[in-house]
């Protein structure tokens, strides 16, 4: 198994511009979320889907979207990117949650800088 | 809302000595704890997890220990090695809760 699989790893985009933060299981997990990593900081929780066709805000959703069409893919798009939006972002997946609940799988991140 | 931090945002040790990282929660709904390990450039890596009906839980070289009754929670590593070098974070959810809170970090430094 690949795991959690994120693309690009690196990318520079320009005030105004958008993009799409690819993600992508092979664990046939329900549940999926988008972290961002500040400096320093920990994971603020940005969007989360708990299977095909639903996804849920989390702690910091303005200036981001989802969807989840698939169980494999979770992507997050970014509209109108701002030098805010600076900042490492992780996805995860877990095969359950509620009261057996199960550790995150996370990827290896995408660093995002706005300028 | 959600507030899980450490109580030590740096820790260096000497190879061949435990660790001892600490971690405090405010929900006491919470029932669920992961410690994981996030080295430069990658994403965090599972290390122990522990459910509140346990107290302490080991694994290879770590323990994770649990007290509610002050809602702390503690990694123990023991003979660090250079390659423990990391920011550790606890993590934490309810049990009918669909998201984990995670503090801060702490960063530990394992001197050779």
């Known amino acids: 198994n690949a795991g959690v699989t994120q693309t690009p790893k690196f990318r520079i985009l320009k005030i105004g511009q958008s993009m799409t933060l690819q993600c992508t299981q092979d664990?046939?997990?329900?549940?999926m979320y988008w972290y961002r990593q500040d400096p320093g900081m920990g994971l603020k929780l940005i969007y989360y889907s708990v299977g095909a066709g639903i996804t849920d805000k989390g702690e910091v959703p303005n200036g981001y979207n989802v969807s989840r069409s698939t169980t494999e893919d979770f992507p997050l798009r970014l509209e109108l990117a701002a030098p805010s939006q600076t900042s490492v972002y992780f996805c995860?997946?877990?095969?359950?949650?509620?009261?057996?609940?199960?550790?995150?799988?996370f990827g290896n991140g995408t660093r995002l800088t706005v300028t | 809302g959600e507030s899980v931090g450490l109580h030590l945002p740096t820790l260096s040790v000497q190879e061949g000595d435990n660790s001892i990282i600490n971690c405090a929660y405010s929900n006491s709904a919470s029932d669920y704890f992961i410690w994981y390990k996030q080295e430069s450039g990658k994403g965090p890596q599972f290390i122990i997890d522990i459910r509140s009906n346990m107290d302490k839980r080991q694994g290879q070289r770590v323990t994770v220990l649990l007290n509610k009754t002050v809602k702390h929670l503690s990694l123990q590593i023991a003979a660090t090695q250079p390659g423990d070098s990391a920011v550790y974070f606890c993590?934490?959810?309810?049990?009918?809760?669909?998201?984990?809170?995670f503090g801060t970090g702490t960063s530990l430094t394992v001197i050779p």
């Open positions: 664990m046939n997990h329900n549940y």
């Open positions: 993590a934490e959810k309810t049990n009918t809760g669909n998201q984990f809170y």
């Open positions: 995860a997946s877990s095969y359950s949650m509620g009261a057996k609940g199960s550790p995150l799988h």
